[in-house]
């Protein structure tokens, strides 16, 4: 092998890592073993290195990233300025020509103009004692020579990503001694693809666990599906266990574009199992003659096409712990499974808490363990690393607060009360609703919500306003990062719950000031955040068995269902004592300035209850002439006569399609047991949205979504299709959300386009 800076894989082996790095040396001794790896070459480390030394940028460069990684906002200043230095400076002049010439031959070898893959190998990367697997970028399906350049640089670019100028300082890496090589690989266009660990990752055991789901393997790689998921004992080659999963997404090539698009699985494809016997058999092969080549268990990744198996990459395993280092067996399989109602993975010690009482057993990075959440919970929760359950489904409390402090959470578990104990230390798998006993393979104590944020990104412009859901205010900077149109649904019920005690009781004392003046400041963080965009305050919503545990809360009646019960405007219109404080609160903070306030009325069902709900609000000295006033579309009832509602007067209706779903269809969303029966895109669920929407549009009503449903970007997509104002997402989902509406907007203006042309 020369000295040139961009070579073929074929010409690089194990020994070239300070060459090609980790990655980029093992495709090319799996090349030279013969194993089925897709063709490519390497823009060497040298020529990374050559790069910023003849742009003169190295002293600015790393200047730049010596900062206080664990301050997120000074990270991510950190990263821009990095990125920002590498995308503006040249490539040499014979680099650039060089990987030209090499991407011209490539297309010759394939007999057509390529799709490759262009990856990043760190030379620090894959090495026997740490991984830097994920921490830089890929870019799939790239075709044409100019777009490779451009991904070869934006691969270079991601060296200095904000998690991987973090994850190299907690592993004491010196960032001026990582270089990156960039590998431009053919694409396999992937009917299905997946992972394989050639031995337990954990144990070293000789059983082969692969991984896999349709279409490209990002998806598993990333977590963004829950795989299918199979054992084999590599002695016997005995298929052992065949998991398989419920797999929604799939990553795969527009073939219009070209592209790397998210679609839906195939229905007829959801539950079916990914690989035949067969296929799993020759993937331990292979893992066998992997793990061979190298001498030690290997994590393998792998794509499937026409029944043709590829070794997309190789990298050794990391975490196999030696036998004296074995303090605790570490399980196989899961020792929960639930819903995975918040994503992220964390490792940290049980604590459970079966009331308020025991919330101090809770510190920071333990897991909190309990049957349920309430609000009453929120301190430790904030302090927890992850969150598991008893009992629960998506839209729970524990949900609901997980997703928005950033806390991986796994609810709907049924027994992790029964089965897990003060100190036993577990890994949560907040993603794929599973929770193993011991530290699992990759897994690491949580990072702080600060660090768990996106890394914001220039958001594009849509006709469908797309807002943020906000339960407490302690989420409020989360919230405005997301840079959303304004708040779709401010849940108040949430603020008090979170207080030291019961309404009732503040009065009782004859401290409603203090309950106002409460309500006012927790209010007033985030219509402050976020003026002058719209923030729409939910009126108190909240069941009585959640009211029942605060102090002074022992009177709240005993109900058999309380969903169905007191709570909702059907509560302050009976209990106006406490409705006429929170009038008071509106009143104040109106007084204050913020106009940019509307009031959301829920659980209404008849139109006399919104007619009331005014009357009252009226009477007791708020203007609601200057204010907007809405209501939550959540009782099937509201959505069938939203004609009568309309003509009672009203600005905006707001979707509650956790409670609309629910209701049409009978199945109690926080039932684990029915769970499975539970989908906002029910038929029926979808017919009573469209009516609302269309009789809202009819009358010039806003119209909008705040439930679960409107953090799913498929359902974005319809609700768009539709017509509706705008849409409010969980702040994880608000990106997803955006993108998704943009998209669909734009094939709405094509689609009318063609359809005038036509």
């Given at each position: 092998?020369?000295?040139?800076?961009?070579?073929?894989?074929?010409?690089?082996?194990?020994?070239?890592?300070?060459?090609?790095?980790?990655?980029?040396?093992?495709l090319?001794?799996?090349?030279?073993?013969?194993?089925?790896?897709p063709?490519g070459?390497?823009?060497?480390?040298?020529?990374?290195?050559?790069?910023?030394?003849?742009?003169?940028?190295?002293d600015?460069?790393?200047?730049?990233?010596?900062?206080?990684?664990?301050?997120?906002?000074?990270?991510?200043?950190?990263?821009?300025?990095?990125?920002?230095?590498?995308?503006?400076?040249?490539?040499?002049?014979?680099?650039?020509?060089?990987?030209?010439?090499?991407?011209?031959?490539?297309?010759?070898?394939?007999?057509?103009e390529?799709?490759?893959?262009?990856?990043?190998?760190?030379?620090?990367?894959?090495?026997?004692?740490?991984?830097f697997?994920?921490?830089?970028?890929?870019?799939?399906?790239?075709?044409?020579?100019?777009?490779?350049?451009?991904?070869?640089?934006?691969?270079?670019?991601?060296?200095?990503?904000?998690?991987a100028?973090?994850?190299?300082?907690?592993?004491g890496?010196?960032?001026?001694?990582?270089?990156?090589?960039?590998?431009?690989?053919?694409?396999?266009?992937?009917?299905?693809?997946?992972?394989?660990?050639?031995?337990?990752?954990?144990?070293?055991?000789?059983?082969?666990?692969?991984?896999?789901?349709?279409?490209?393997?990002?998806?598993?790689?990333?977590?963004?599906?829950?795989?299918?998921?199979?054992?084999?004992?590599?002695?016997?080659?005995?298929?052992?266990?065949?998991?398989?999963?419920?797999?929604?997404?799939?990553?795969?090539?527009?073939?219009?574009?070209?592209?790397?698009?998210?679609?839906?699985?195939?229905?007829?494809?959801?539950?079916?199992?990914?690989?035949?016997?067969?296929?799993?058999?020759?993937?331990?092969?292979?893992?066998?003659?992997?793990?061979?080549?190298?001498?030690?268990?290997?994590?393998?990744?792998?794509?499937?096409?026409?029944?043709?198996?590829?070794?997309?990459?190789?990298?050794?395993?990391?975490?196999?712990?030696?036998?004296?280092?074995?303090?605790?067996?570490i399980?196989?399989?899961?020792?929960?499974?639930?819903?995975?109602?918040?994503?992220?993975?964390?490792?940290?010690?049980?604590?459970?808490?079966?009331?308020?009482?025991e919330?101090g057993k809770?510190?920071?990075?333990?897991i909190?363990?309990?049957?349920?959440?309430?609000?009453?919970?929120?301190?430790?929760?904030?302090?927890?690393a992850?969150?598991?359950?008893?009992?629960?489904?998506?839209?729970?409390?524990?949900?609901?607060?997980?997703?928005?402090?950033?806390?991986?959470?796994?609810?709907?578990?049924?027994?992790a009360?029964?089965?897990?104990?003060?100190?036993?230390?577990?890994?949560?798998?907040?993603e794929?609703?599973?929770?193993?006993?011991?530290?699992?393979?990759?897994?690491?104590?949580?990072?702080?919500?600060?660090?768990?944020?996106?890394?914001?990104?220039?958001?594009?412009?849509t006709?469908?306003?797309?807002?943020?859901?906000?339960?407490?205010?302690?989420?409020?900077?989360?919230?405005?990062?997301?840079?959303?149109?304004?708040?779709?649904?401010?849940?108040?019920?949430?603020?008090?719950?979170?207080?030291?005690?019961?309404?009732?009781?503040?009065?009782?004392?004859?401290?409603?000031?203090?309950?106002?003046n409460?309500?006012v400041?927790?209010?007033?963080?985030?219509?402050?955040?976020?003026?002058?965009?719209?923030?729409?305050?939910?009126?108190?919503?909240?069941?009585?068995?959640e009211?029942?545990a605060?102090e002074?809360?022992?009177?709240?009646?005993?109900?058999?269902n309380?969903?169905?019960?007191?709570?909702?405007?059907?509560r302050?219109?009976?209990?106006?004592e406490?409705f006429?404080?929170e009038?008071?609160?509106?009143?104040?903070?109106?007084?204050?300035?913020?106009?940019?306030?509307?009031?959301?009325?829920?659980?209404?069902?008849h139109?006399?209850?919104?007619?009331?709900?005014?009357e009252?609000?009226?009477?007791?000295?708020?203007?609601?002439?200057?204010?907007?006033?809405?209501?939550?579309?959540?009782?099937?009832?509201?959505?069938?006569?939203?004609?009568?509602?309309?003509?009672?007067?009203?600005?905006?209706?707001?979707?509650?399609?956790?409670?609309?779903?629910?209701?049409?269809?009978?199945?109690?969303?926080?039932?684990?047991?029915?769970?499975?029966?539970?989908?906002?895109?029910?038929?029926?669920?979808?017919k009573?949205i469209?009516?609302?929407?269309?009789?809202c549009?009819?009358?010039?009503v806003?119209?909008s979504?705040?439930?679960?449903?409107?953090?799913?970007?498929?359902?974005?997509?319809?609700?768009?299709?539709?017509?509706?104002?705008s849409?409010?997402?969980?702040?994880?989902?608000?990106?997803?959300?955006?993108?998704?509406?943009?998209?669909?907007?734009?094939?709405?203006?094509?689609?009318?386009?063609?359809e005038?042309?036509g």
């Amino acid at each position: 092998m020369g000295n040139d800076s961009v070579i073929w894989l074929e010409e690089v082996g194990k020994e070239d890592i300070a060459i090609v790095g980790g990655k980029g040396a093992s495709l090319g001794e799996m090349i030279r073993a013969e194993l089925p790896v897709p063709g490519g070459f390497a823009v060497t480390a040298q020529a990374f290195r050559r790069f910023i030394d003849e742009n003169g940028v190295s002293d600015e460069l790393f200047k730049s990233l010596e900062v206080d990684v664990d301050d997120a906002e000074i990270l991510r200043q950190a990263e821009k300025n990095a990125k920002k230095i590498i995308l503006e400076a040249e490539i040499p002049a014979d680099i650039e020509k060089s990987i030209r010439s090499k991407y011209k031959e490539l297309c010759k070898r394939e007999g057509k103009e390529a799709f490759v893959a262009v990856r990043s190998s760190a030379t620090a990367e894959d090495l026997p004692d740490a991984s830097f697997a994920g921490q830089q970028d890929t870019f799939l399906n790239i075709r044409g020579e100019e777009n490779v350049i451009e991904a070869v640089k934006k691969c270079w670019a991601s060296l200095y990503g904000a998690r991987a100028i973090y994850y190299r300082v907690k592993q004491g890496f010196d960032h001026n001694k990582v270089n990156l090589c960039a590998v431009v690989q053919t694409m396999v266009d992937a009917e299905k693809a997946g992972v394989m660990f050639s031995s337990h990752p954990s144990t070293g055991e000789p059983v082969t666990i692969i991984e896999g789901a349709w279409g490209l393997g990002e998806t598993v790689v990333s977590g963004a599906v829950s795989p299918d998921y199979y054992t084999v004992d590599k002695q016997s080659k005995k298929i052992l266990e065949r998991k398989v999963a419920t797999k929604n997404v799939m990553h795969t090539k527009d073939p219009k574009t070209g592209k790397t698009i998210d679609i839906p699985v195939p229905d007829g494809k959801k539950n079916a199992k990914v690989l035949d016997d067969d296929e799993i058999l020759k993937l331990v092969e292979f893992g066998e003659v992997v793990e061979d080549l190298y001498g030690s268990p290997q994590d393998v990744e792998w794509a499937i096409r026409n029944k043709e198996i590829y070794i997309l990459q190789s990298r050794p395993i990391t975490t196999i712990k030696k036998k004296k280092e074995v303090k605790e067996k570490i399980a196989t399989s899961a020792l929960l499974e639930g819903l995975g109602a918040s994503p992220g993975i964390a490792y940290g010690e049980a604590k459970l808490v079966s009331d308020v009482t025991e919330l101090g057993k809770v510190k920071k990075g333990d897991i909190l363990v309990a049957v349920m959440t309430t609000p009453d919970m929120v301190p430790a929760m904030k302090r927890a690393a992850a969150i598991v359950t008893d009992e629960g489904g998506l839209t729970c409390h524990a949900a609901i607060v997980s997703r928005e402090l950033g806390c991986p959470a796994v609810v709907g578990t049924r027994k992790a009360t029964e089965l897990l104990a003060d100190g036993t230390m577990i890994t949560v798998d907040g993603e794929k609703g599973l929770v193993f006993e011991g530290k699992k393979d990759s897994a690491v104590p949580a990072a702080p919500p600060q660090m768990q944020l996106s890394f914001a990104k220039s958001k594009p412009v849509t006709a469908t306003e797309i807002k943020v859901n906000v339960s407490i205010p302690e989420a409020t900077q989360r919230a405005v990062e997301t840079q959303a149109d304004g708040v779709g649904l401010l849940r108040i019920e949430h603020m008090i719950l979170g207080l030291p005690k019961h309404p009732k009781q503040y009065i009782k004392e004859g401290k409603a000031d203090e309950y106002v003046n409460e309500l006012v400041s927790r209010i007033q963080t985030v219509v402050d955040a976020f003026y002058p965009k719209p923030v729409w305050v939910r009126t108190l919503d909240a069941p009585t068995d959640e009211f029942r545990a605060m102090e002074g809360g022992e009177g709240e009646p005993i109900e058999p269902n309380p969903m169905l019960g007191y709570r909702g405007i059907r509560r302050d219109l009976i209990d106006t004592e406490h409705f006429e404080l929170e009038v008071r609160a509106f009143k104040e903070l109106i007084k204050r300035g913020y106009n940019n306030m509307g009031i959301m009325i829920p659980l209404v069902q008849h139109p006399s209850e919104l007619r009331c709900a005014k009357e009252f609000m009226r009477s007791n000295g708020l203007d609601i002439d200057k204010i907007d006033i809405g209501i939550m579309v959540e009782i099937p009832a509201a959505a069938l006569i939203i004609d009568q509602f309309i003509a009672e007067g009203l600005d905006f209706v707001s979707f509650g399609t956790n409670d609309l779903t629910q209701y049409t269809l009978a199945v109690d969303r926080n039932n684990e047991h029915v769970a499975h029966l539970y989908s906002e895109m029910h038929p029926a669920v979808l017919k009573l949205i469209e009516h609302v929407i269309t009789e809202c549009n009819k009358a010039g009503v806003k119209t909008s979504i705040c439930g679960q449903a409107g953090s799913y970007p498929k359902v974005a997509k319809r609700l768009v299709e539709l017509g509706i104002s705008s849409i409010s997402a969980n702040i994880d989902a608000v990106e997803a959300v955006r993108d998704m509406v943009a998209r669909t907007e734009m094939q709405l203006v094509l689609k009318a386009a063609r359809e005038r042309k036509g």
